[in-house]
C-alpha cells in the first residue's frame, strides 16, 4: 500500500532532467556504434537509442541529437550502418563518444573496418551488424529519428553484448 503512495505522488509531481534521465537509465540497453559513409564523409558515433521498428520490411530506427555532426552526415548520406558492440569493445565505445576523436576517414584509421552494401564502415570484432539505407526522419524534441531500411546484415552466434545502465558500462553476467 505504501509504494502505491509513493509513485501515486511521483506521478504528480514535477520532475528534473537530471530524473528524466537517471530513470531512463534504469532500463539496460546494448551498445552500438552508428557509422556513415559518402561522397565527402564518412562518420562514426556511440548510441544506445537504438530499436527494430519492422521485420517486413525490416527497418531499424537510430535517434541522434540535433544538431549534430552525426545527423548531419547521416542526412546527407543517406545511409547508416549499426554495429552491435560486444563486452570486449568497451574501448570502440568510448573512442566514438569522444569529442577529441579525428573527424572523417582520419576517425576510421585505428579501427579496424569493412563495408558492405552501403560503404559505411562495418566494425570488425561487432556481435551484429545491419546496413541500411535511410527511408525516412522525423526531428522529434532534441533528437532526429532515423528510420533505415536493413539491405545487409551479420551476426555472431556465440557472442556477449556490451551494456550500458545506471550510466556505466555492464557486461552480462552468466
Same mark, same amino acid.
Given at each position: 500500500?505504501?509504494? #502505491? @503512495?509513493?509513485?501515486?505522488?511521483?506521478?504528480?509531481?514535477? &520532475? #528534473?532532467?537530471?530524473? &528524466?534521465?537517471?530513470?531512463?537509465?534504469? &532500463?539496460?540497453?546494448?551498445v552500438t556504434v552508428i557509422t556513415?559513409?559518402?561522397?565527402?564523409?564518412?562518420?562514426?558515433?556511440?548510441?544506445?537509442?537504438? #530499436?527494430?521498428?519492422?521485420?517486413?520490411?525490416?527497418?531499424? /530506427?537510430?535517434?541522434?541529437?540535433?544538431?549534430?555532426?552525426?545527423?548531419?552526415?547521416?542526412?546527407?548520406?543517406?545511409?547508416?550502418?549499426?554495429?552491435? /558492440?560486444?563486452a570486449d569493445q568497451e574501448p570502440?565505445?568510448?573512442?566514438?563518444? #569522444?569529442?577529441?576523436?579525428?573527424?572523417?576517414?582520419?576517425?576510421?584509421?585505428?579501427?579496424?573496418?569493412?563495408?558492405?552494401?552501403?560503404?559505411?564502415?562495418?566494425?570488425?570484432?561487432?556481435?551484429?551488424? /545491419?546496413?541500411?539505407?535511410? @527511408?525516412?526522419?522525423?526531428?522529434?524534441?532534441?533528437? &532526429?529519428?532515423?528510420?533505415?531500411? @536493413?539491405?545487409?546484415?551479420?551476426?555472431?552466434?556465440?557472442?556477449?553484448?556490451?551494456?550500458?545502465?545506471?550510466?556505466?558500462?555492464?557486461?552480462?553476467?552468466?
Amino acid at each position: 500500500m505504501e509504494q #502505491s @503512495v509513493a509513485v501515486a505522488e511521483a506521478v504528480r509531481r514535477e &520532475f #528534473s532532467g537530471d530524473e &528524466f534521465r537517471r530513470t531512463l537509465g534504469a &532500463f539496460a540497453t546494448g551498445v552500438t556504434v552508428i557509422t556513415t559513409h559518402g561522397e565527402a564523409d564518412a562518420y562514426g558515433m556511440t548510441a544506445n537509442a537504438f #530499436s527494430s521498428v519492422s521485420l517486413d520490411p525490416p527497418l531499424v /530506427l537510430v535517434c541522434v541529437i540535433s544538431g549534430t555532426r552525426g545527423a548531419e552526415v547521416i542526412e546527407q548520406n543517406g545511409v547508416f550502418a549499426v554495429n552491435i /558492440l560486444g563486452a570486449d569493445q568497451e574501448p570502440i565505445s568510448r573512442f566514438f563518444a #569522444s569529442r577529441d576523436r579525428p573527424g572523417g576517414r582520419a576517425g576510421f584509421a585505428e579501427v579496424s573496418h569493412t563495408t558492405a552494401v552501403t560503404g559505411s564502415p562495418i566494425l570488425e570484432g561487432a556481435g551484429g551488424f /545491419l546496413d541500411c539505407r535511410l @527511408v525516412d526522419s522525423h526531428e522529434a524534441g532534441d533528437h &532526429f529519428i532515423f528510420i533505415g531500411e @536493413v539491405v545487409a546484415l551479420g551476426f555472431e552466434d556465440e557472442f556477449v553484448p556490451l551494456l550500458f545502465h545506471g550510466g556505466k558500462y555492464r557486461r552480462v553476467e552468466g
